[in-house]
């Protein structure tokens, strides 16, 4: 079984500036280039589709099953289907992050694959 780490961190990178590479003073939410790009009426959630589609693509590469991509998929989908309705959506994004849960199912498939190596639990901070 290859070693997937550093798959695992360039995708964890990927997710923290997507979903949470700011945090917002006063209310100390933590928000990423997807909720600020959902702002942007028509396109923004649109744009947001491209960096969660590559995990999902470089998880199909990694090797993973179906199941968890079907997974992946339906998270990245509920994150458009209730980000696109203004205000409720935005808000609705700075709480779903669905890169960082999508990037979170991968390190806990390889975490318990056989032969995994260790180092394949990546934090999240």
Do not use: C
């Amino acid at each position: 079984m290859p070693d997937h780490t550093d798959q695992l961190e360039h995708l964890d990178r990927i997710a923290r500036t997507m979903d949470r590479a700011v945090r917002l003073p006063v209310v100390g939410v933590r928000v990423g280039w997807d909720s600020i790009l959902g702002l942007i009426p028509g396109i923004g959630d649109a744009l947001t589709l491209g960096p969660a589609g590559y995990i999902v693509w470089k998880a199909h590469r990694m090797g993973t099953p179906g199941a968890l991509k079907a997974r992946m998929l339906g998270n990245i989908g509920i994150d458009a289907l209730i980000g696109s309705i203004p205000l409720v959506g935005d808000l609705f994004d700075i709480g779903w992050k669905a890169n960082t849960r999508n990037v979170a199912l991968l390190q806990r498939h390889f975490e318990v694959q056989p032969g995994s190596s260790p180092r394949a639990a990546v934090t999240q901070s």
